[in-house]
């Protein structure tokens, strides 16, 4: 039996700018057929933050500027453009036969959602104080400052609740084909009656992977980020790398602070729903270029319920 796995990829795989992006894929493709070649059915999530901030930006020079939602299904198409254009590439050169395609997808999600009252998604370019102060006042963004690295656009992040194109994408697994979905969390929609609409928010893309992981009731969600392993006490003396934590040990760890919101904080709480969501549910954390030695129990942290 195959290991069916939802892979969610981080930014740093995919760059910030369409040239960029471009050229990186290209070295993305490699470890995700890798895994393809090992015999493992994949289903490949993305974030979006750089460039969902840069089409908005792009558009908001003029009047009315381009809805947020719309800005969100943009990035979809162009990074599933390049990113499934790169994995057919790296599969032929191999001889492999399977197919890939990107679903523009639409996540529901809760009007109700406290999120939308307090805006905490970092998206687009780092900006000054005297820049973001001037953004507020012009074009209304409510910007906060990032890591010590400047300030940005923050946006709603409201938690997915379920995923439209559900059963399109289980159609297209269930017949061996690799499907790129809840691109950038998926463009975030409400219901009214027969009609979704969209809504100006990011989900955030760990979350909308492990949403998607249970729908397509899969065994492994992989969270893709720059280090190999989660660390506690990161950066300080007694930093200390982890292997295997289990949910107890998780909730210890985000009670004493150890992981950054926006950053670790929220992969760690989504691979958390994951293991807890079936027996025998796996959710790791690692590389991009260490995923296949992760599914193998040699490095990554694996966070199960036991």
Excluded at 56 to 74: I, T, Y
Excluded at 135 to 161: C, H, I, Q
Aim: proline residues 5%; glycine residues 8%; aromatic residues 6%.
């Amino acid at each position: 039996m195959k290991d069916k796995i939802v892979v969610a990829l981080g930014g740093n795989a995919l760059g910030k700018t369409p040239k960029e992006q471009l050229e990186l894929v290209k070295k993305t493709a490699k470890p995700i057929v890798d895994l393809i070649s090992e015999g493992h059915e994949l289903v490949i999530a993305h974030g979006n933050g750089p460039q969902v901030g840069m089409i908005n930006l792009a558009f908001s020079k003029n009047d009315p500027q381009m809805p947020f939602p719309e800005c969100g299904a943009m990035s979809q198409g162009y990074i599933g453009y390049h990113l499934q254009n790169a994995i057919r590439e790296e599969l032929l050169n191999r001889d492999m036969k399977q197919k890939v395609a990107t679903v523009i997808t639409q996540v529901i999600v809760d009007k109700e959602d406290k999120a939308f009252e307090n805006p905490t998604k970092p998206i687009g370019a780092f900006y000054t104080k005297e820049e973001a102060d001037e953004l507020e006042k012009t074009k209304g963004f409510s910007m906060k400052e990032d890591a010590g690295r400047g300030y940005r656009r923050v946006v709603p992040s409201p938690l997915p609740v379920d995923v439209a194109e559900k059963e399109i994408v289980k159609t297209l697994v269930e017949n061996d084909h690799i499907v790129i979905t809840v691109g950038g969390g998926g463009i975030p929609v409400i219901e009214e009656g027969n009609t979704l609409v969209g809504v100006p928010a990011v989900i955030d893309k760990d979350f909308a992977s492990e949403k998607m992981a249970e729908i397509l009731d899969a065994d492994y969600l992989i969270i893709l980020t720059a280090v190999e392993k989660v660390a506690i006490n990161f950066g300080k003396e007694n930093e200390k790398w982890l292997d295997e934590i289990s949910i107890a040990e998780c909730e210890k760890y985000i009670e004493e602070g150890h992981f950054a919101p926006g950053s670790m904080l929220p992969k760690v709480q989504a691979a958390m729903k994951f293991a807890n969501s079936k027996k025998g549910a796996k959710a790791l954390i690692t590389s991009l270029e260490k995923a296949s030695d992760g599914i193998k129990g040699l490095t990554g942290t694996v966070i199960v319920n036991k």
